[in-house]
Structure formats: C-alpha cells, structure tokens
C-alpha cells in the first residue's frame, strides 16, 4: 500500500463519510508514530483508520463505549459482559457457524472482551478479506438474533464463568475492594457484576433486547481498522455497510460519587488455601491527557512500587516475606482507585507490610523523587510502550485501549507528552493531593478454614 494519498481522494473520503474528519501524518518524536485518519459518520459512528507499516495484514477493532460502568439500574448488572458473549450468537444472514466459517477462511483470529468501560470485538486477518469481514461485522451489529432459549444457555455460561473467575482471590480481592471504596458509583460492580444479578439474568430476557437496542449503536461506537490497506476504499466500505445503522437516543445517567470522608477497610476470608493478600488504595483521577494528575501517578506506581522500586527491593527481594507487589491504577472514564497489591507469604507478616506500603506513601509526600531516578521512569515508560507495538495485532490492541477512553489516536501523544512534563515537584503536590486517610480504603483476603472465627 502507497503511503501517498492525493488531496482529491482524500477530499473524497471525506464526503463520502459525511461527517467532521481530522488526519495525522506521522510526527517527528510521536510516540504514536503512524500515519491515521478519524471521522465520523452522519449517524455518529466514530471511524480511525491507521497504517501499521507492516504487510498483508488488518486489525479490524469494533470498540463499543459500553461496560459495567454503564449498568445504572438496580438489579441489572453483567449485561455488558453477557452481549460480549450474545455477539456471537450471529444474525439470519450469517449464523454463527457461517460466521465462523468466513473468519477461518480469512485466516482470522477473533476474540471480544468487557471492562467497566467498553466491550471491543476484534479480528487480525488477511487485508484481502477487508471488505467481507466489514460487511459481515455491520450485519451482525446490526441485526444480531437470538431466541429466548439461546439467551438462557448463554446467561448459565456467563454464570459459570462467574463462579470460576471468582475462585481466584484477586478477582475477590477487587470485588470486595468495589464494594467497599464506591458508594454510588457503578463501578461499585466488577465487570462480571453482581452474583445475584447473575443468577437471575435466565429470566431477563426482555431486559437484554433493551439492553443491546439502547447501546449497540453507531453513536456508542468506535471502529478502528489498523494494518495494510488503502485508507479511501476502506471508507467507502464503511459507509456502505455501517452508514445505515440507525442512531439510538438513550444516554446513561452514571451516578457520580460522593467525596470520601473516612478511611475504610475489609476483611475478605477466603474459602480455598491462599496466601494472604492485602491492597491499600486512595480515591484518584481519572483518566486525562490535559490534566497531569494521571500521568503523575502512573509514574508514582512505577517509580514506588514497580519491579525496580525500593519497596520492592526491601520486602520482596531482600527481606524475602513478600511474592509479588504491584501498583493497582488501571485507566478509567471516571475516578477510580490508585492501589498497591501484595501477597505475603505468612500470614504473621501481613502487618508489617501493610505498614511498609503506607510509609512509602506518606514519603512520596515528604521527600521529592530524585530528578534523575524521575527521568529514568519516564525513559522506561516510552521504551516499554514503544517496544510493545510490534505488529499490527499489537498497534491496534493498544489503540483500541485509547479509543475506549477519548476516541482518537491523538490522546495517546497527547498522554505521553503529559509524561514528559510531570516534574518532581508535581509528584510530589500529585502525592499530597491523593494520598490523605479519608480517601484510603485497605482491602486483606486471608484464607479461613472451616469452623475458624473471622477476625
């Protein structure tokens, strides 16, 4: 593919999109560095088109802001994880093993997942195969079909899938963490939501066509293609098969969350041998490629409790009584916790290092982190970035991550730039602002045998 595009058929993919468009040569120093398109179309489908550099192959990302963080009605959570799963239950023109049989054609890899933020389908497949795989994708947005059968076996699924994931003491470690730190807020509810929501989704079904009419639409949408193609064909495809999707209207009134005003704390007994794991969070900001708080606390996680910290030196490396430490600040639409996990290997130590990990904040407030050791985290965190995009399944999982928190390829050098500005004293002012005791919340999971008494 000709990296070289006229004015005159640029001009034309613009018109044939009908909507606002916005183009990005690569730029000197990007850290996004590929050449990208944006527009969108007269029914609000947001389109990005990206040229990996890399031949014969295209990422076709479907990424719809739609997650737990969008399940607002009492006693209606998990939806947004049940249709990553409904999704591929196909359409009267393409039925799932017709579906199925296109993808193998092309080679394709597919899979979907859910977050509190958005549910994204994706595909890596030949760039020869572009247009089917985008018609067949457009009908089955557009048309998915189900009956009321169907919809209970896939609901008794997702009901095993909770039960599984929830023998894993992180998964109730972050639910019990949910629970604890939000009061109004749905990111109160994991992805897979509540187990009692779970158990009763077999008699939704009504709620579940609502469901996916209120939020698969063009307007909730964001598609990206990323690989080796031609730019202006790929836009009349999309405007062939994905212009008719009609828009909806329904918005989701998210509660907002009121201001913490005590420190909290949990005790998770778990029900299996494990050790014991304790996570010691603030309320925090979120996500943001304007306002450097974020981005100054990403450094903070790497810089204070990453692989190479001292913290981690001390107890996992030299005192030996932890096995794993980790920052816990996954990017959100909203304000969402800034925490740090860690499993201890006897139970006598948790404590001690739960004490550790508060020292290490009230120092982040008290002493500025050396320029030099702030620079080395910056340098680290473009040259990981940079060396993870390194294949156009790579390139586009990463965007797809961006699109579902501003929609454009934009706010990810917009996002590292904010990096480059964090100096030491706005660590330091970041640290202050965030770690206070009324916005704490500890969270301990610790194995109870049976008959035990909890403490």
Not at 116 to 131: G, I, M, N, P, S
Not at 183 to 209: C, I, K, N, S, W
Request: charge should be negative; aromatic fraction near 12%; glycine fraction near 6%.
């Amino acid at each position: 593919m000709s990296l070289m595009r006229s004015a005159f058929a640029l001009a034309l993919g613009l018109l044939l999109l009908g909507g606002c468009g916005s183009q990005s040569p690569p730029e000197e120093g990007a850290i996004f560095p590929y050449r990208w398109e944006s527009h969108e179309l007269p029914n609000g489908l947001g389109v990005v088109l990206v040229d990996s550099g890399y031949p014969n192959l295209v990422g076709l990302y479907e990424v719809v802001h739609v997650g737990s963080r969008n399940e607002v009605e009492p006693g209606k959570t998990g939806f947004a994880h049940l249709f990553e799963h409904m999704m591929f239950r196909g359409t009267e023109k393409y039925p799932p093993e017709k579906w199925e049989e296109v993808m193998q054609a092309a080679g394709a890899e597919t899979n979907a997942y859910t977050s509190d933020d958005r549910t994204v389908y994706h595909a890596l497949f030949a760039a020869e195969d572009l247009e089917k795989i985008l018609e067949m994708e457009a009908d089955r947005f557009q048309n998915l079909h189900y009956t009321e059968e169907i919809f209970r076996t896939e609901t008794r699924a997702v009901l095993g899938e909770y039960n599984k994931n929830f023998a894993n003491p992180f998964r109730k470690l972050d639910e019990a963490l949910r629970q604890t730190s939000f009061d109004e807020h749905t990111y109160r509810h994991t992805t897979m939501g509540f187990e009692a929501d779970v158990e009763a989704m077999p008699e939704q079904y009504e709620y579940g066509l609502q469901f996916f009419d209120r939020y698969y639409r063009p307007e909730y949408t964001t598609i990206a293609v990323v690989g080796d193609f031609d730019f202006a064909q790929a836009q009349k495809w999309i405007e062939q098969y994905w212009g008719p999707w009609k828009r909806g209207d329904y918005e989701a009134k998210i509660p907002g969350e009121p201001v913490q005003q005590g420190p909290r704390s949990v005790r998770v007994d778990f029900h299996a041998p494990t050790l014991p794991l304790v996570e010691i969070s603030f309320k925090a900001p979120a996500y943001d490629d304007e306002i450097v708080d974020s981005a100054a606390l990403d450094l903070i996680s790497f810089y204070a409790f990453g692989e190479s910290s001292e913290l981690y030196k001390k107890l996992v490396i030299e005192q030996q009584i932890v096995d794993l430490l980790a920052p816990d600040y996954p990017d959100h639409v909203d304000p969402y916790p800034f925490g740090v996990i860690a499993r201890v290997k006897k139970a006598e130590d948790v404590e001690k290092v739960q004490n550790e990990i508060l020292a290490t904040f009230e120092d982040l407030k008290q002493n500025p982190i050396p320029a030099d050791k702030l620079e080395a985290v910056k340098s680290h965190l473009r040259y990981s970035f940079a060396l993870g995009m390194d294949s156009t399944g790579a390139i586009a999982d990463t965007l797809a991550h961006y699109l579902g928190l501003r929609s454009t390829p934009e706010t990810i050098n917009k996002r590292y730039r904010l990096y480059s500005s964090v100096t030491a004293e706005a660590i330091q002012t970041t640290a202050k602002k965030y770690f206070i005791e009324t916005g704490r919340t500890i969270t301990r999971l610790e194995y109870q045998a049976e008959g035990e008494a909890g403490q």
